[in-house]
């Protein structure tokens, strides 16, 4: 018998991953407490690593760990030492640099004028030109996240005030980052001009909150104010709440993938309910791809709103043929050569009787790497389906993501290097169609892709990234910085 082996869910593996999640709280007793609450809501945004920096006085307090939320701060020993009426957190997926403790977040630091704490949710894009330059000037790296370039421009820059020191730094950097900052006196919270990734402003009872999704606001029972705009800055202090515009206008580009997989659908984003984009996604899906079945099956959870929208339009039953395993983890440990075989069936299992005999489609929110589609059509065969029909909510996944989403390289994305026919044949489906990107605009509202104004980017759909690449065009792998592996 083989060894056990402790090892990442494979199943995981084929679906793309937002990177982070942040929340930030100002002015309350139990700060750390909501702040804890607030990461719970936003675990499905990084499930690698999590971490508190609470304000006391003078003093700050840090708390982070590897693993969720829960395990992290679930002891009372530990919320004992997060005291403070003011606090930011971050729940990690990582992307730049390995999950070690080093490259937890918030990262803190020292700098003239007082500490200051950073999360951030994103990816720069040229991290890795300023860091070669700020090692050069003598700056010292602790972690190899593209977070901490951003503390290095604030430090060493010349101008007076935290703001206009933040506003110094984050003219410099490229990419996609919504962040929240913790001074001893303010929370600030910032979006990139362009918008990528979202950013949400709350008031618990007056209470100033900052969350990338309402989810957070939700669960500690606060009211969503407003989506921070795209290149806005807001300082929160004792004078109250002030907006700053320091950058250029640009035209947003919202990420259109966190409507389609990455945010809560129970959250509301950009002002849309992602529940509602991804039913009428489904709509759309069933308009430009009709196929003549007996039931409607999503592939759990990512695909059941878009499976309803399928299923409202064209008027076929809606059922649960899949049923999921809620208590999977992310890890678990098998014998590492049964992993391929039992592969799906640890996450999913067929719901036999409304799938024998009959002709079903499956709806997903999207292929990666096809490898769970696959294994997925596999099982409702084996249960008898007579026809096997897969309608995805998302255009072919053709590009990789360089703004704060973990994307298998693009040699590994299925539809970089086949047609849908291909596809098909892979997947071993009767027939295979994905909603067009023109169509995912409709289902956003939006006149078309080619409409007044594009508002979203879907560069791993299109390959036009909004955004320059200046680290990956100069070859350097998505900002990756790493200079030192360390074992936690
Ligand atoms: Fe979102 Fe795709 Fe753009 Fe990345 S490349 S920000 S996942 S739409």
């Given at each position: 018998m083989k060894a056990l082996q402790f090892t990442t869910d494979p199943l995981a593996g084929d679906k793309?991953?937002?990177e982070c999640g942040i929340f930030g709280i100002f002015g309350h007793p139990d700060a750390a407490a909501h702040t804890v609450l607030g990461l719970h809501a936003l675990q499905h945004r990084g499930q690698e690593a999590a971490g508190i920096v609470t304000i006391d006085g003078r003093h700050f307090n840090s708390h982070r760990g590897v693993g969720h939320v829960g395990p992290i701060f679930g002891a009372e020993t530990v919320m004992s030492k997060l005291p403070g009426i003011s606090a930011i957190g971050h729940v990690r997926y990582s992307t730049t640099g390995e999950t070690v403790l080093r490259n937890v977040q918030p990262i803190f630091a020292e700098l003239v004028g007082g500490g200051l704490a950073i999360a951030h949710n994103g990816n720069l894009t040229n991290a890795y030109a300023l860091r070669r330059d700020l090692v050069g000037r003598g700056c010292i790296f602790q972690s190899t996240m593209d977070?901490?370039?951003?503390?290095?421009?604030?430090?060493?820059?010349t101008r007076h005030g935290i703001v206009e020191r933040l506003v110094d730094a984050l003219r410099q950097v490229q990419g996609a980052y919504s962040l929240v900052a913790l001074t001893e006196t303010a929370l600030i919270g910032v979006r990139d001009p362009y918008g990528?990734?979202?950013?949400?402003?709350?008031?618990?009872?007056?209470?100033p909150i900052l969350a990338s999704e309402t989810c957070a606001l939700d669960i500690i029972g606060a009211d969503f104010v407003r989506d921070v705009e795209p290149g806005e800055i807001i300082v929160i202090d004792a004078e109250g709440i002030t907006s700053h515009h320091p950058f250029p206008p640009n035209h947003p580009r919202f990420c259109v993938f966190e409507y389609i997989y990455f945010a809560r659908p129970d959250s509301l984003v950009e002002g849309r309910s992602v529940y509602e984009a991804r039913k009428r996604i489904g709509y759309e899906l069933a308009r430009e791809h009709p196929v003549a079945a007996d039931v409607i099956v999503p592939v759990p959870d990512s695909g059941v709103p878009a499976a309803i929208?399928?299923?409202r339009e064209s008027g076929i039953p809606f059922e649960f043929g899949i049923i999921r395993n809620h208590y999977v983890g992310r890890t678990f440990i098998e014998p590492e050569d049964q992993i391929r075989h039992l592969g799906v069936r640890l996450k999913h299992n067929a719901n036999r009787v409304y799938l024998e005999g009959r002709r079903v489609i499956l709806v997903d929110d999207s292929i990666v790497?096809?490898?769970?589609?696959t294994k997925i059509v596999s099982m409702v065969r084996e249960a008898g389906a007579r026809e096997v029909h897969m309608r995805i909510a998302s255009p072919p996944t053709t590009h990789s993501c360089f703004y704060g989403v973990d994307t298998p390289d693009r040699d590994d994305l299925l539809a970089a290097h086949h047609d849908v026919e291909s596809m098909r044949r892979a997947i071993g489906v009767d027939s295979l169609a994905f909603i067009s990107l023109d169509a995912l605009y409709r289902a956003m509202g939006e006149p078309g892709r080619d409409g007044l104004g594009r508002r979203f980017c879907d560069a791993c759909f299109s390959g036009e990234y909004p955004?320059?690449?200046i680290d990956h065009e100069k070859g350097r792998p998505n900002g990756q910085l790493s200079l030192l592996t360390e074992h936690a």
């Open positions: 793309l991953h937002e977070t901490e370039v951003i503390i290095h421009l604030i430090a060493t820059s990528v990734r979202p950013l949400v402003l709350g008031s618990l009872k007056g209470v929208g399928y299923s790497r096809g490898t769970t589609s955004i320059p690449l």
